[in-house]
């Protein structure tokens, strides 16, 4: 089942979150740092209690099996240079690794692009980890495109 999220919530879905981070410093170790459960409840309790931003979770027989943490963003609040629009950004998207090519994604995906609409968004956005083929093949298959690609040089 694929609702909204609430406060109550959050304990369920931080296991996600720690799953989804852990798989970030994988990718990124040189970016992404070790945190504690605060610091995971901090950053979710914001996603719960804002009015521009929501979570949708995935709940099956009681137990949270995956997450989307979204944001809805307007250009009107920038300066000028682009039309007025509104987008939802998907920031986080997660599955249980054991729930994962069940359709749980997908699910969650779907209830993101009918929350747009809702919204009267203009598109849904997200980012992506470049070595993420898996993740990246996932969106395609869900009617996602790149719209940029974004550059990074280290400096040693």
Do not use: W
């Amino acid at each position: 089942m694929i609702r909204f999220a609430d406060i109550n919530d959050i304990t369920g879905i931080n296991v996600l979150h720690t799953q989804l981070h852990v798989q970030h410093i994988g990718y990124r170790p040189d970016i992404f740092a070790p945190i504690e459960q605060p610091v995971f409840d901090r950053l979710m309790e914001e996603y719960l209690t804002k009015t521009d931003k929501r979570v949708l979770i995935s709940e099956n027989d009681g137990v949270i099996d995956g997450y989307a943490a979204l944001s809805v963003c307007d250009t009107k609040k920038g300066a000028g240079e682009i039309l007025p629009f509104t987008f939802i950004e998907v920031n986080e998207l997660c599955v249980a690794e054991n729930a994962q090519r069940k359709g749980i994604g997908t699910a969650l995906l779907d209830g993101v692009k009918a929350f747009a609409k809702e919204q009267g968004a203009k598109f849904v956005e997200l980012g992506v980890n470049a070595e993420n083929h898996t993740a990246q093949e996932f969106y395609k298959a869900n009617g996602m495109f790149v719209k940029n690609y974004k550059m990074q040089y280290k400096v040693q």
